[in-house]
């Protein structure tokens, strides 16, 4: 009984991995639909008929080389919108929706050459030599040139890599706004620094000079003072006034109170008091 119950449980793996595996087969393939392969050729064939009609509309109404050189324009114009085509399922963005504005407006404006071309061609209806011949001479390269010219501007401000570039501008433009902002600061300090410096110097002096203003006051008090000693030193009241006329001071009080009377004449000499006796 066992061995009948391992028969199945095998039989079960082994039918559960064929499972597995005709799944994966049936996964491998399936194909989604894809842009390339007879699409591909099938467009670049369309685009290589609007190519020959639209250089064909301009080459026989505008003979000469300005002919050529409008059906040269046409092949580029063509070029241009099978470019647009092929790189719009390839971006993002505001880049990748211009991209398909583009591509539909060139072809729209290829694809309306080209009706203008077989329309002249096969004869149908009535003729329009007098507007297309207007049309290649005066409108044709001006609406042709310009809208290339203006989608390679329009294309490469609203591409990607400009966006990256915005960014890293930014980036750059903030740190050298930073680095600018501390080496202001930087130089603020400086100056701070410098200012105190010649405003602690310039204190520094003056200290320096006052005290030597001191000092020499201190010199001079000390010399008006032994002047004074000097002065007061001396008995004789009119060579003491004459010393101080001389220091060009007047003397005070108590120099006048300790001024000494003289003598009286009689009592100077003992021979003249005889005489008159």
Known sequence: MSLFNFGRAIEAVNQSTKDAEALHAEANSFDLAQTGGFLSVVKYLVFAVLACLNFHLFYTHVPGYWGIALGSVALLFEACTIYFWNKQNKSAGRHKNALQFFAMFFTGISFTHGCAALYQIAGVGPSLETVILTYSKFIAFPLLFGAMVLAVCVLHYLHWSTEISEARAETLRRAEI????????????????????????????????????????????????????????????????????????????????????????????????????
């Not at 105190?196 to 006051?217: G, S």
């Not at 201190?218 to 060579?239: M, N, S």
């Not at 006329?245 to 008091?273: C, M």
């Open 178 to 277: 930073g680095r600018a902002a501390l080496i202001t600061q930087q130089l603020e300090l400086e100056h701070e620094s410098n200012l105190e410096q010649n405003r602690l110097r310039y204190f520094r002096d003056r200290i320096i000079q006052e005290e030597k203003y001191v000092q020499e006051v201190e010199k001079l008090a000390a010399v008006k003072a032994r002047g004074r000693r000097v002065v007061d030193a001396i008995q004789d009241p009119d060579i003491r006034q004459e010393l101080l006329n001389v220091f060009g001071q007047i003397g005070s009080p108590s120099t006048q109170q300790r001024r000494i009377a003289p003598l009286p004449a009689s009592a100077t000499n003992p021979k003249d008091k005889a005489s008159t006796e």
